[in-house]
C-alpha cells in the first residue's frame, strides 16, 4: 500500500523563501496580521488530517468504489462519509471563505496548498469537497443577497454539497448546444428538464443536501452559448427555516464505470420538471458558471500535482530499497547481491523528472493562487488588475501543463516499480489511472492550449504575455551580477526570446487561416509551460546558491540544473511543431483517413 507524508519542508520553502507571503499579505488589509507560524500551524495540521485520515481510504475506495443502490440512491465507499464527517467538524472547509457567511477568511493560497496534500492523500475524495468550494464561489460572485443568505452558510460549513451540471449525452466541451430547458413558473422559480452526464460528486451519502449548478436554456433564448442561463438546483428543497425539505426530481440515473478516480461518484443526473433558481441575469449563465470552471481549472491543477508528489515519493522509497544488478562504476552495496536501483542513470532520470516537475508545479500553482488573493483583495486597483491578467493568461497553463506532466510522473513512478508497478497492490497502476482524467475534464487540454494562445495571447496582441515577460526581465536583470546565476538566466532568456518570436510568427499567419492557431495551439502550450517553469526554476536556484551548505538547497540546485539540461530542450522540438503549419494536419480530406 502507498505511503504519503506531505512535503512540508518544501512548501514551506515555497511559501516563505520564494514567494515571502508574509510580505506580500501585509499590503491586503484583510489578511496583514497573518504571520509565518499561523500559516505554517494551519498547514501541518491539514497534513496530519490528509495522511491520516483520507489517504488510509484512497486504495480500499478505489477497490470498492461508489455503488448505485437504486431510485437515484447512490453510496460512497466505506469510510468516506466517516472522514467526510471529521473534515466538517475540523472546519476544514471553511478555510478561506467569507467570513460574512461562517468563513475564516484565509487566503486563497493556504486553501490551495492544503488541497495539494488531500489530492495526495485521496484524489477521489477530494473531489465532494473541491467541487462544493466551486460552487460557493460561483454563488459569492453571482448569486442573490437571498441566494447568498441561504446558500452560502451551508455550502461554507460543508453541511451541504455542490455540483456543477454541464455535460449533456450530445455535447462535451461545446455548451453552445446544450439542450437542458428552463420553463418559468411565475413565482421567480423554474422547472429543469433534461439529462447531464459525467457530473462528478453528483450523488452520494456523505452530506443532507446537494446542491446542483445546473446550465439550461430558457424559452425563446439565442442560440449558441448566448443562451444559457444558470440555476440553483437543490437535491432537497430548502423548506422555510433553512433544512432541506421536499425532495426535488433531480436525480442520479446511474454511475459511471471508469478508469479511475473510482471513489468518486460521477453520475447521470436527470431532471424532469426540477425546482430551481436562476443565478445572475438570463442567457448569462457561462460568466457566472465561469467563476466555477475557472476555479475548477486551479483545482484540477492541484489534484494533478498532488498525485505527482505521492507518485514520487512511493518511487523514490522502492529505488532507495529495491536492489537490481551493480552501479555501472562497481559495486556501492558489497554486502548485498545487488545494488538499489536508484543507482541507475534512467532511474534518476525517472526520478528527477518527477522532482523537477513537482517542485515548479508546486512554486507556479501557489504564486498563481497568490495572484488570486491579490486580484481579489488587494487595495490598489492597478495590482488587482495586473494579478487579474495574469491569473487569466496563466490559468490554462495550470490546468494543461501541471496534469500532462503528472501523467508523465504517474508513468515514470509505475516504470520505477518495473512489474510491480503494474500490480495493484502497490499502487502506482491507480495513481496513473486517476490522473488520465485530469487531462480530460474541465476543458480537455487541447481546449485549454485553445484558450492560451487564441484568448490570452493572440486576441489581445500579447499584452498579458508581456506582462508576464516583464517579471522575468526584472528578475534578470537583478540577478546578472550573481555568481553562477548564468547557467540559469541564458536558457531562461533564450526560451523567452524563442516565445515571443514564435508567438509573433503564429500570429501573422492566423490573419491569413485561423487553423494555423488550431494546429499549433498544443505545442505552443508545452512551449510556454516550460517559459513558466523555467522562470520559477531560476527563482529557486537563485535561492538554493546562496544557501548551499543545507542538503536541501543542494538538492534544489541539482534539480534546477537537471530541468534546464533535460527537460527544457523538449521545447526545440515542440517549437517545431508549432511552426509546422496547418495544412499537414488539416490537408488530407477525412474520408481518405
Given at each position: ?10 512548501i514551506q ?7 515571502k ?8 488589509p ?9 500559516l505554517?500551524?494551519v498547514l ?13 481510504l ?5 477497490e ?23 473534515y466538517v ?6 478555510l478561506?471563505?467569507d ?9 486563497h493560497?493556504v486553501n ?13 475524495w477530494?473531489?465532494?469537497p473541491?467541487l ?9 460572485a ?5 441566494q ?8 461554507t ?8 451540471c454541464?455535460t449533456e ?12 430547458k ?29 446542491i446542483?449548478l445546473v446550465?439550461?436554456?430558457l424559452?425563446g433564448a ?10 440553483i438546483?437543490p437535491?432537497?428543497?430548502?423548506d ?28 447521470v443526473?436527470?431532471?424532469?420538471g426540477a425546482k ?5 441575469e438570463e442567457n448569462?449563465?457561462?460568466?457566472a458558471m465561469?467563476?466555477m470552471?475557472?476555479?475548477?481549472r486551479l483545482?484540477?491543477?492541484m ?5 505527482a ?5 512511493n518511487?523514490?522509497i522502492?529505488?532507495?530499497d ?24 534512467d532511474v ?8 523537477a ?9 501557489y ?5 488570486i488573493?491579490?486580484e481579489?483583495?488587494h ?21 494543461a501543463?501541471v ?11 509505475l516504470?520505477?516499480f ?5 500490480i ?14 485530469n ?23 500579447g499584452a498579458k504575455?508581456?506582462?508576464f515577460g516583464?517579471?522575468i ?6 540577478n ?10 541564458e ?13 509573433g510568427e503564429?500570429g ?7 487553423e494555423?492557431?488550431?494546429a499549433?495551439a498544443?505545442?505552443?502550450l508545452?512551449?510556454v509551460?516550460h517559459?513558466v517553469y ?7 536556484a537563485r ?18 540544473r537537471?530541468?534546464f ?27 481518405l483517413?
Amino acid at each position: 500500500m502507498p505511503s504519503y507524508t506531505a512535503p512540508m519542508r518544501d512548501i514551506q520553502f515555497v511559501l516563505h523563501e520564494l514567494l515571502k507571503v508574509e510580505d506580500a499579505l501585509k499590503e491586503i488589509p484583510a489578511h496583514a496580521e497573518l504571520d509565518a507560524d499561523t500559516l505554517n500551524s494551519v498547514l501541518e495540521e491539514g497534513a496530519r488530517f490528509a495522511s491520516e485520515v483520507i489517504q488510509p481510504l484512497n486504495q480500499s475506495g478505489d477497490e470498492e468504489g461508489c455503488t448505485y443502490v437504486g431510485d437515484g440512491v447512490v453510496h460512497a465507499p466505506k469510510g468516506f462519509k466517516e472522514a467526510y464527517a471529521q473534515y466538517v467538524e475540523g472546519g476544514w472547509p471553511a478555510l478561506s471563505c467569507d467570513t460574512e457567511y461562517g468563513g475564516q477568511g484565509l487566503p486563497h493560497f493556504v486553501n490551495n496548498a492544503f488541497y495539494e496534500m488531500l489530492n495526495s492523500a485521496n484524489q477521489a475524495w477530494t473531489m465532494y469537497p473541491g467541487l462544493t468550494h466551486g460552487a460557493y464561489e460561483a454563488l459569492h460572485a453571482h448569486g442573490t443577497p437571498q441566494q447568498k443568505q441561504l446558500y452560502l452558510p451551508k455550502l461554507t460549513s460543508g453541511e451541504w454539497t455542490g455540483t456543477m451540471c454541464l455535460t449533456e449525452p450530445h455535447c462535451g466541451s461545446d455548451l453552445g448546444i446544450l439542450k437542458a430547458k428552463a420553463e418559468p413558473v411565475g413565482d421567480g422559480s423554474y422547472l429543469i428538464s433534461g439529462t447531464k452526464i459525467f457530473i462528478s460528486s453528483g450523488e452520494h451519502d456523505l452530506a443532507e443536501n446537494i446542491i446542483h449548478l445546473v446550465l439550461a436554456r430558457l424559452p425563446g433564448a439565442p442560440e449558441g452559448t448566448k443562451g444559457i442561463s444558470l440555476f440553483i438546483v437543490p437535491k432537497f428543497l430548502p423548506d422555510a427555516s433553512g433544512k432541506p425539505g421536499e425532495r426535488n426530481p433531480v436525480k442520479c440515473g446511474s454511475i459511471e464505470h471508469k478508469m479511475g478516480i473510482h471513489g468518486n461518484a460521477t453520475c447521470v443526473i436527470n431532471l424532469d420538471g426540477a425546482k430551481g433558481w436562476l443565478v445572475g441575469e438570463e442567457n448569462r449563465g457561462l460568466n457566472a458558471m465561469f467563476v466555477m470552471m475557472n476555479g475548477a481549472r486551479l483545482g484540477v491543477g492541484m489534484q494533478s500535482l498532488g498525485l505527482a508528489e505521492v507518485a514520487l515519493q512511493n518511487s523514490l522509497i522502492y529505488a532507495k530499497d529495491r536492489v537490481q544488478f551493480r552501479a555501472a562504476k562497481g559495486p556501492v552495496n558489497r554486502d548485498k547481491p545487488a545494488d538499489p536501483i536508484i543507482v541507475h542513470a534512467d532511474v534518476r532520470r525517472m526520478l528527477f523528472t518527477q522532482k523537477a516537475y513537482v517542485e515548479a508545479g508546486r512554486a507556479f500553482s501557489y504564486w498563481l493562487a497568490l495572484n488570486i488573493d491579490k486580484e481579489l483583495s488587494h487595495p490598489d486597483e492597478a495590482v488587482r488588475k495586473e494579478s487579474a491578467d495574469l491569473v487569466a493568461l496563466l490559468t490554462p497553463i495550470v490546468k494543461a501543463f501541471v496534469s500532462d506532466n503528472t501523467f508523465e510522473c504517474t508513468n515514470h513512478a509505475l516504470q520505477c516499480f518495473g512489474g510491480h508497478g503494474f500490480i495493484k497492490e502497490w499502487g502506482m497502476e491507480q495513481f496513473v489511472r486517476d490522473a488520465r482524467i485530469n487531462l480530460i475534464y474541465e476543458g480537455t487540454n487541447a481546449i485549454q492550449s485553445l484558450d492560451l494562445l487564441a484568448r490570452k495571447v493572440l486576441a489581445d496582441g500579447g499584452a498579458k504575455l508581456k506582462k508576464f515577460g516583464k517579471l522575468i526581465q526584472a528578475f534578470v536583470v537583478e540577478n546578472q551580477g550573481h555568481a553562477g546565476m548564468q547557467e540559469f538566466l541564458e536558457p531562461l532568456m533564450d526560451i523567452g526570446d524563442k516565445v515571443n518570436k514564435l508567438t509573433g510568427e503564429i500570429g501573422a499567419k492566423a490573419q491569413q487561416n485561423q487553423e494555423e492557431v488550431t494546429a499549433a495551439a498544443v505545442p505552443y502550450l508545452r512551449v510556454v509551460g516550460h517559459l513558466v517553469y523555467s522562470y520559477f526554476w531560476a527563482q529557486m536556484a537563485r535561492i538554493a546558491l546562496d544557501n548551499q551548505g543545507d542538503d536541501f538547497y543542494k538538492a534544489k540546485l541539482a534539480t534546477a540544473r537537471f530541468y534546464f539540461a533535460k527537460l527544457l530542450p523538449e521545447t526545440a522540438g515542440y517549437i517545431r511543431q508549432a511552426r509546422a503549419g496547418s495544412e499537414v494536419v488539416m490537408g488530407l480530406p477525412a474520408e481518405l483517413f
